[in-house]
């Protein structure tokens, strides 16, 4: 019985030996048959198309299909975007130091970084940059332009700028730098007791901002921390590893990595003592918040080591490494999927299985899988990391969005500015009654023009009631309340003042103190930190939320 038993399973597995080598030797003749495939259809292509083949054109628009056809993160990079790509992986560049953007045509300075060349030299906010040593950037994008301003440290560029106000453009002559975009744009106190740190992205040096601000926050007499990783994409997965011990003990597992190449799988670990590993912790979240941001978002949810308040994040459970092709191009690929300490993938999307059309769906709440923190608390895989205490988002109104689009908060905050020569510090600063009203009459001869969701569907209903032959029957009645809307809307800057004035006032803000001005202006009017600091100033409260129930 033995003997036959052992025999049978001999030759079992010599058959799936032989199936395996089968099935790989048949998958490379597949790769193969259809590269000579497709090089002999560009070849044919590119030999009697009627009209001239682009080759480098053709080919990266079959790069990008098949890629497409895997997920979006799989990407070509060719020679021509490799610096653009460091910058993004190292935030290192060397540049004037300023973010430019396109208004009205117009090539705009929308942020200068504070003590960067273009800070030094007097740029502001609002400034029309009309030419780069002596070419002319009108009709240009902001890539084109922004190629222009980049270039080697030390090295001169020149620009023709147009300030807000001004007749005649002045010269303004900068050395380029290394510029160095910050992973923490802000660390400040909220008030005695709670400071606050926003962290944007996971660049080179990351962890170590995010241990200076905490270090700085401590030493300004913090007791508590909110940890703002709103919006924030990720990066480098090593400075989300090295961000998280910043908080949790050495030794303590991070994150796993696991795909098909199992010689990459890879456990890594907390290797030095934390900062600090008991200050109560908010960390703040949002639905764009991804990848790297929540990897330290779900290690402090499954060590119970801070409440999460805000929106359910994005859901980006993969990692990508980047691979040499020839030619100086590369090609960032998905190598495998992460897992935090309570063995949870936060994955949302399935792209390894798509529907029949090519598309693809997100994983169903009633298939996510529940695991528990260490503290016994139960969370779930399968589509981002769930806040311990969900904020609703703030939905601004049509007008308030629509000021905003057509650009008339920043074209003010412009007019503002060189009307004022000093304004009280951003966390203090409120607009007037007459000042608001200013506002409102600067907008009296602009386009507000906006469709309302009840005017939409209004057309709706009329649009139908003319198919069904009945609109004459409902005419008077959708006219009464189109007139009704339309009176409304008349009165909307005044109806939703308190949203337009806090939008304004940031805006204005940024004018005097630049990005760390933007960010203090909102402190009074954001949901997400006024719950941080409703949760932070109480407790027994902080401590059920990192309770199992």
Same mark, same amino acid.
Request: proline share 4%; aromatic share 8%; with cysteine.
């Given at each position: 019985m033995y003997k036959k038993s052992l025999a049978g399973l001999l030759i079992g597995t010599l058959a799936i030996g032989l199936f395996s080598f089968k099935t790989e030797s048949e998958r490379y003749f597949e790769i193969a048959k259809n590269l000579d495939v497709f090089a002999t259809l560009f070849k044919e292509v590119n030999t009697f198309y009627v009209d001239d083949v682009p080759p480098a054109q053709i080919m990266r628009t079959g790069i990008d299909a098949m890629l497409k056809a895997l997920d979006p993160y799989t990407t070509y990079i060719p020679e021509d975007d490799i610096e653009d790509f460091r910058t993004m992986t190292t935030g290192q560049y060397g540049g004037i130091g300023a973010v430019i953007g396109s208004r009205d045509g117009k090539v705009v300075v929308q942020m200068?970084?504070?003590?960067?060349?273009?800070?030094?030299?007097?740029?502001?906010?609002?400034?029309?940059?009309?030419?780069?040593?002596?070419?002319?950037?009108?009709?240009?994008?902001?890539?084109?332009?922004?190629?222009?301003?980049?270039?080697?440290?030390?090295?001169?560029?020149?620009?023709?700028?147009?300030?807000?106000g001004q007749n005649k453009p002045r010269h303004v002559e900068l050395v380029r730098a290394n510029i160095m975009v910050e992973n923490v744009p802000y660390y400040g106190m909220l008030d005695k007791e709670i400071g606050y740190f926003q962290l944007s992205g996971f660049t080179v040096d990351a962890a170590k901002e995010v241990k200076l601000a905490v270090q700085k926050l401590k030493e300004q007499g913090a007791q508590k921390i909110i940890f703002d990783l709103r919006d924030?994409?990720?990066?480098?997965?090593?400075?989300?590893?090295?961000?998280?011990?910043?908080?949790?003990?050495?030794?303590?597992?991070?994150?796993?990595?696991?795909?098909?190449?199992?010689?990459?799988?890879?456990?890594?670990?907390?290797?030095?003592?934390?900062?600090?590993?008991?200050?109560?912790?908010?960390? =703040? /979240?949002? #639905?764009?918040?991804?990848?790297?941001?929540?990897?330290? +978002?779900?290690?402090?949810?499954? @060590?119970?080591? &801070?409440?999460?308040?805000?929106?359910?994040?994005?859901?980006?459970?993969?990692?990508?490494?980047?691979?040499?092709?020839?030619?100086?191009?590369?090609?960032?690929?998905?190598?495998?999927?992460?897992?935090?300490?309570?063995?949870?993938?936060?994955?949302?999307?399935?792209?390894?299985?798509?529907?029949?059309?090519?598309?693809?769906?997100?994983?169903?709440?009633?298939?996510?899988?529940?695991?528990?923190?260490?503290?016994?608390?139960?969370?779930?895989?399968?589509?981002?990391?769930?806040?311990?205490?969900?904020?609703?988002?703030?939905?601004?109104?049509?007008?308030?969005?629509?000021?905003?689009?057509?650009?008339?908060?920043?074209?003010?905050?412009?007019?503002?500015?060189?009307?004022?020569?000093?304004?009280?510090?951003?966390?203090?600063?409120? =607009? /007037?009654? #007459?000042?608001?009203?200013?506002?409102?009459?600067?907008? +009296?001869?602009?386009?507000?023009? @906006?469709?309302? &969701?009840?005017?939409?569907?209004?057309?709706d209903v009329a649009e139908k009631a003319k198919d069904g032959k009945h609109y004459d029957d409902i005419q008077a009645e959708l006219e009464t309340i189109r007139k009704k809307v339309s009176h409304n809307k008349a009165n909307d800057l005044m109806r939703f003042k308190a949203e337009i004035q806090e939008v304004l006032e940031a805006e204005i803000a940024s004018r005097y103190y630049l990005r760390k001005g933007y960010i203090?202006?909102?402190?009074?009017?954001?949901?997400?930190?006024?719950?941080?600091?409703?949760?932070?100033?109480d407790p027994q409260k902080y401590s059920a939320y990192l309770k199992a129930k």
């Open positions: 200068p970084y504070e003590n960067s060349p273009a800070h030094k030299a007097g740029l502001a906010i609002g400034d029309e940059i009309l030419k780069v040593n002596g070419v002319a950037v009108t009709g240009k994008n902001t890539d084109e332009v922004s190629k222009l301003l980049k270039g080697q440290a030390n090295t001169t560029v020149k620009l023709e700028v147009l300030s807000y924030n994409p990720g990066g480098l997965l090593h400075e989300a590893v090295n961000i998280s011990n910043v908080f949790v003990e050495k030794g303590a597992d991070i994150v796993s990595t696991k795909g098909r190449v199992k010689e990459w799988n890879k456990t890594y670990k907390a290797l030095d003592e934390p900062l600090d590993k008991s200050i109560p912790l908010v960390i =703040l /979240t949002s #639905s764009r918040s991804a990848s790297a941001s929540e990897i330290v +978002a779900g290690v402090m949810q499954d @060590y119970d080591r &801070a409440v999460l308040v805000g929106e359910r994040t994005f859901g980006k459970g993969l990692v990508q490494a980047t691979r040499p092709l020839s030619y100086n191009s590369q090609l960032k690929v998905t190598t495998a999927k992460y897992y935090i300490p309570s063995g949870r993938c936060i994955q949302a999307i399935d792209y390894a299985h798509p529907n029949e059309d090519g598309s693809v769906g997100k994983i169903p709440d009633s298939l996510r899988v529940a695991f528990k923190t260490a503290g016994g608390r139960v969370v779930y895989d399968g589509g981002g990391v769930s806040p311990d205490v969900e904020v609703d988002q703030k939905e601004f109104s049509e007008i308030t969005k629509t000021i905003a689009a057509k650009g008339y908060f920043f074209a003010y905050a412009n007019k503002y500015k060189a009307e004022h020569a000093k304004i009280p510090a951003a966390k203090e600063f409120k =607009l /007037t009654e #007459s000042e608001y009203q200013k506002f409102v009459s600067f907008l +009296a001869n602009k386009d507000l023009s @906006y469709t309302t &969701a009840i005017e939409s569907e209004l057309e203090e202006s909102t402190f009074d009017d954001d949901p997400d930190i006024l719950m941080a600091k409703q949760v932070l100033s």
